[in-house]
């Protein structure tokens, strides 16, 4: 059994735009309860999660954009939800929910580059990989998973980090941090032509991206992903892998259109366990992105969890 952190904070569950929003703080109870009556919760060390600190952030995003989500955070403390995009908005909670998902990455970073654990997985909000250099978008404010890859590259000298993104969203935001930064190889797969429509074929070797049909089921998807990813994965040599773990691919999900289960979930982790354990020393820090189903999502992280687990 490898050791795993489980990395959250009930702050993150105060950032909440809004009781028909689908990225609800419901989210993160969800998958605490599923993973209490799994039994899996005992076999994870609980980290309460720490605010990053602002130049941890600005490795990703330039000061001023960081300094404008703050400042709105700061505005919306005693008031109503301030837009920030189309569908994202910040009130009182959710600056501190969005420093404390950011740092919960790079506090995971640092307990596996320690040995402390071996593998991490981050149950934080809001999430991140829409977020572009200067650019909030699609219920993210900071890139949390960048944070976390820039993290271990400029604190820990790490020289090639692989960030793998399942979501059923194209993760625009990494893409856009990471396009002319061959340290970092991003393989992302997505539901094509869907929102954001951004970033889906910019060009670069380190880029790996994945479009899949509307209607896909998990075959198909295996199919895809086997095909672009691994090879592709085996050759850069990551020293540390990053997953953007959006589980809205799930056949369940109100806002996906792909037609995932479980079991492709545990598929795909045991593939993404293959590949840490060739090149990466096994560590892999899992980050909390989309999720829209509760129960799908509850069901679908015990599976990626206990897959990372029982390795
Ligand atoms: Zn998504």
């Not at 050759?235 to 589980?247: D, N, R, T, Y």
Request: hydrophobic share 40%; glycine share 8%; aromatic share 8%.
């Amino acid at each position: 059994m490898k050791h795993i952190g489980y990395f959250t904070h009930s702050d993150c569950m105060i950032h909440d735009m809004g009781h028909m929003h689908p990225e609800s703080p419901m989210r993160l109870q969800a998958i605490d309860t599923r993973l209490q009556a799994q039994g899996l919760m005992l076999d994870l060390t609980r980290f309460d999660a720490e605010p990053a600190e602002l130049d941890l952030i600005e490795r990703a995003h330039p000061h001023q954009y960081v300094h404008e989500i703050e400042q709105i955070g700061y505005d919306a403390i005693n008031g109503d939800l301030i837009p920030v995009d189309g569908d994202t908005s910040m009130g009182p909670g959710s600056l501190r929910a969005a420093l404390l998902a950011a740092g919960a990455g790079c506090q995971a970073v640092d307990r596996v580059m320690a040995g402390d654990i071996q593998r991490a997985f981050c149950a934080t909000r809001p999430p991140g990989h829409h977020a572009e250099k200067a650019l909030a978008m699609g219920f993210c404010l900071f890139n949390n998973v960048a944070v976390a890859a820039l993290h271990a590259i400029e604190h820990h000298g790490l020289e090639r980090v692989a960030i793998i993104d399942f979501d059923v969203h194209n993760g625009n935001g990494t893409v856009d941090i990471f396009k002319d930064d061959e340290r970092v190889m991003v393989c992302s797969s997505f539901q094509h032509p869907f929102y954001p429509n951004r970033h889906f074929d910019t060009p670069g070797e380190h880029l790996v991206l994945t479009p899949i049909n509307a209607g896909s089921d998990g075959l198909e998807f295996r199919k895809k992903v086997e095909t672009d990813f691994f090879p592709a994965l085996d050759q850069f040599k990551p020293e540390l892998i990053l997953i953007s773990a959006g589980f809205d691919a799930h056949t369940e999900d109100p806002l996906g259109e792909l037609n995932l289960v479980e079991d492709d979930y545990r598929w795909i982790t045991t593939l993404i366990n293959d590949i840490a354990n060739r090149h990466s020393q096994s560590r892999i820090v899992s980050i909390l992105e989309g999720g829209y189903h509760l129960g799908a999502l509850g069901r679908s992280v015990c599976a990626h969890i206990e897959m990372m687990l029982h390795d």
